[in-house]
């Protein structure tokens, strides 16, 4: 299996090879970051966090899979919305907030822009998006703004493996 | 909850006789397990919990699945059950096997990791285009031209296929192939070389019906393969995308493409988010702002005019052209610039119209988005017209050759009269010996004019992209990595630097080169082999050039909507090429002497000769009742309109499961809050 050899290299005295005994091993976050996938992606340590077991970062291998195929092709739009909410969620409330906001955009500009623009942004994304009025996105609000999004299928929360 | 239910019936399978209640309820069971595992992909759930749940599910799906059929249907059942259960893995297996096969998937990675995916989006556009043109080239070459070499007449036995005597001593010259005249003219590359016999052969291969319905099915195969390709996207893509309610969330949360994995590539997108948020907000701010109207619009008609007497001065430059080339073509001795000046002047047209396009533009002051469109409606109209403009003029030409054929007849009549005489004065047999295929005066033969013109036209297309991209992308990338080092200004920064991926031009060329290909291969059969040949090493050739002369856009290039754009493109391109293929065969009679079809009034007689020699009395009977114009132009309406109903059908099914989603999720905060 492709993915277990993946698994396997990146931490080859850890992983065993023999994987139906159901060993209790789980790879750290700063290995899985640098995986050639994620290594440029500005949200890498969000996603690992979302996948794994224990909110730490850290993956076992049914973690590594589940995370690999969410972001497959072949997932289906509703699930990938469901993770693409966690990940989004800095502070893991079930609620974007305009803090979440603030977060995604700096990571998405390298903070190149300035105090004003940010809040202007946020300001706006929260305009567009929030229709129960209660000042953040609840995942209704996110899916529904997403799934009328164009690219969010082809290449905006996908990987090639 | 269901341990209880499962200890009963596994009591119960003991005995030998199920009541039916408790079988239904096992049914029932299996079902829902069954339907378990075929969502389990949906659910949000830990992998660990969705293996568990799965394991569990087809644990009794296994072992009460066999027990459901009753006496002797038990075991048809839970063969039944087997075979389909193998038949599933054979599938996935098959698919799994057939996603390896995929050709180029490694290479086309490598250019989405370093290119992001719009640039990828081409070349995976340029493999379909290859997938379709194989299959075609396939029809073409085992069911036309393979029958024609292995059971027809060979080279040399007829007219048609001998090179005329007085062309024979410069029948083998390179510059005489590369016009494709000589013996390229005379083999099974084009239309004249194929007999009209009706059955060829022990097989009885009827060669000319079998070339009536490979044309046709050409096109029958192109249009469902579009229209397939065409559905298949608009499932994906969801709303217009033209929805301007959104774009500060979609570009918080659908701008990054996460199929980049080059440091470089990643800089350039992180720039470009940066740049895209800073004008979305300009954008924002000066939305209020008080624009000359009169003005803006005062410019755009200038625009607009201005680039309307551009296409029509490139449509006249190109009929005055082909007109030359036919009094060149009557001349000795011309040179090579006077044989290739029709490919020349258009392809320098396709070249340098599209930038003047642009710099015109830059008058309309439009948002790039739409000022993008107008661009590529202008060259898609410049393009049209100068194919169209090419086959006008190539009609006169066509309509020359027919009126010269009755010229040709007579002349063929009182040569073999002269002939005849002659032989029969040297031997007193009754027969006279036939005259050498060489010497016998040729009709003009315009189908076969017709696909020299298309098979040149395709050839010098190719020629001019690929040296286009070797001078504009490689030449440019070596002068300017390696004159840098001694050059006043930074070359690398400012002007020339390196090329960006031209994806619109790009595919706008293979959407045209397709279109006259389309045009062409019913008169010259060989074309599509060309065509395959060079898709493939487009693709060889222009994934190196792209790696290693081209840098990534700065700007975004959205790649997901623009795939039904090319699409809908191709097919329009498809019914504008069918027209002028239809329009010969039912109103041009055929060539005398050359091709499948000659000595018929016209071209679609041969489906009913073949009706009435080859099939019983009653479905030539059928055909003329169904010929009927009564009976063809209501079933044209139901086609068009069941197809229009095809794209309302497609959105009705994307929306109704998230408008549910919505309301429920709605119904629910507002509840809590309520509470």
């Given at each position: 299996m492709e993915l277990h050899g993946r698994y396997h290299e990146m ?20 290995l899985i970051i640098n995986m050639p996938e994620l290594k440029e992606n500005p949200f890498k340590?969000?996603i690992v966090?979302?996948f ?12 590594f899979v589940d995370m690999f195929s969410v972001l497959s092709e072949m997932a289906p739009r509703?699930l990938k919305?469901?993770y693409a909410?966690?990940i ?62 164009p690219d969010f299928l082809s290449f905006s929360f996908m990987f090639h493996i | ?91 996935r297996d098959f698919d799994n096997f057939k996603t390896q096969c995929i050709p180029w998937e490694m290479k086309i990675k490598e250019v989405e990791s370093h290119f992001g995916s719009s640039v990828a989006s081409y070349f995976i556009f340029l493999r379909w285009m290859y997938g379709v043109n194989l ?94 390709s065409?559905?298949r996207n608009?499932?994906q893509s ?16 659908t701008s990054w493409d996460y199929l980049i994995g080059n440091p470089e590539t990643a800089d350039n997108k992180f720039?470009s988010i ?195 991209i070797?001078?504009?992308d490689f030449?440019?990338a ?20 390196y090329a960006e991926f031209d994806i619109s031009?790009n595919v706008?060329?293979l ?24 898709l493939l090493t487009s693709m060889y050739f222009q994934c190196w050039a792209v790696m290693s002369s081209n840098v990534p856009h700065e700007r975004v290039f959205k790649a997901s909507k623009s795939n039904n754009?090319y699409m ?108």
């Open positions: 931490a080859p005295n850890v992983v065993p090879m023999d994987y139906t005994k159901d060993p209790d091993v789980k790879l750290p976050m700063q340590e969000r966090e979302s794994s077991e224990d909110g730490e970062g850290s993956l076992s291998f049914n973690d509703e919305a469901i909410f966690k989004y969620d800095f502070n893991t409330d079930n609620f974007i907030c305009k803090a979440d906001l603030e977060k995604t955009l700096n990571k998405l500009t390298r903070e190149e822009l300035t105090a004003e623009e940010i809040t202007l942004v946020c300001e706006k994304v929260i305009e567009e998006a929030d229709m129960d009025g209660d000042g953040k996105l609840g995942f209704a609000d996110f899916e529904n703004m997403i799934s009328k999004a | 909850e269901n341990c209880p239910r499962q200890n009963r019936s596994s009591n119960s399978f003991d005995e030998e006789s199920l009541s039916e209640e408790e079988l239904a309820m096992l049914m029932e069971q299996v079902e829902q397990r069954k339907k378990l595992i075929s969502t389990m992909r949906n659910k949000p759930w830990r992998m660990v919990k969705k293996l568990s749940v799965l394991r569990e599910a087809q644990a009794f799906v296994e072992k009460f699945e066999g027990a459901l059929g009753k006496g002797k249907g038990k075991k048809l059942y839970a063969y039944k059950m087997m075979m389909a259960k193998k038949w599933v893995k054979f599938k299959v075609l080239f396939g029809l073409i070459f085992g069911l036309v031209i393979i029958p024609e070499i292995l059971m027809g007449m060979p080279y040399g036995s007829m007219p048609r296929k001998t090179v005329p005597r007085a062309e024979q001593a410069t029948a083998m010259d390179f510059s005489v192939l590369w016009d494709f005249e000589g013996y390229i003219k005379y083999s099974a590359l084009f239309y004249g070389y194929y007999n009209n016999q009706r059955t060829i052969g022990w097989l009885k291969y009827r060669l000319p019906m079998a070339y009536f319905m490979v044309g046709i099915s050409v096109f029958g195969y192109s249009l469902m393969v579009v229209i397939r065409m559905a608009a499932n969801t709303a217009d995308g033209d929805d301007d309610n959104f774009i500060f969330s979609w570009k918080m949360f720039a940066t740049t895209g948020f800073k004008e979305s907000i300009v954008d924002e701010q000066e939305s209020n702002k008080d624009e000359n109207i009169h003005l803006r619009r005062f410019l755009r008609v200038l625009a607009n005019v201005l680039i309307i007497c551009c296409l029509c001065g490139s449509g006249y430059l190109i009929y005055f052209v082909v007109k030359r080339s036919q009094t060149f073509s009557k001349m000795q001795n011309v040179g090579w610039y006077e044989r290739n000046e029709v490919e020349i002047v258009m392809s320098l047209l396709g070249m340098f119209c599209p930038p003047l396009f642009e710099t015109i533009a830059a008058l309309e002051n439009y948002h790039p988005r739409i000022g993008l469109k107008w661009q590529l409606g202008r060259i898609f109209a410049l393009f049209l017209g100068n194919l169209y403009t090419f086959l006008l003029a190539l009609m006169d030409d066509v309509n020359e050759k027919l009126a010269e054929e009755d010229v040709v007849k007579n002349i063929t009549r009182w040569m073999l009269l002269g002939h005849h005489n002659s032989s029969m004065g040297n031997s007193s047999a009754d027969t006279p010996p036939p005259l050498d295929p060489a010497d016998v005066p040729r009709g003009p033969c315009w189908e076969t004019t017709v696909g020299i013109e298309f098979v040149r036209l395709t050839v010098s297309d190719i020629l001019v992209t690929y040296v286009t070797l001078v504009g030449i440019r070596c002068f300017v990595r390696f004159v840098n080092y001694c050059w006043c200004w930074d070359l690398e920064a400012g002007f020339p630097s031009g706008l060329g959407v045209f080169n397709q279109g006259m290909i389309w045009m062409g291969s019913f008169y010259a059969p060989g074309l599509v082999g060309i065509n395959v040949l060079r754009f809908g493109l191709l097919l329009l391109i498809l019914f504008l090429s069918l027209l002028p293929v239809a329009y010969t065969i039912m109103s041009l009679p055929p060539s005398f002497d050359c091709g499948p079809f000659s000595g018929k009034k016209r071209m679609y007689e041969v489906i009913q000769e073949t009706i009435e020699l080859d099939f019983p009395l009653f479905i030539a009977k059928i055909f003329s009742y169904m010929a009927n114009p009564g009976l063809i132009i209501p079933a044209i309406l139901l086609m068009v309109n069941s197809l229009r109903k095809i794209p309302i059908k497609l959105k009705i099914n994307q929306h109704p499961s998230t408008c549910l989603k919505l309301l429920t999720h709605v119904n629910l905060n507002k509840n809590d809050q309520l509470l």
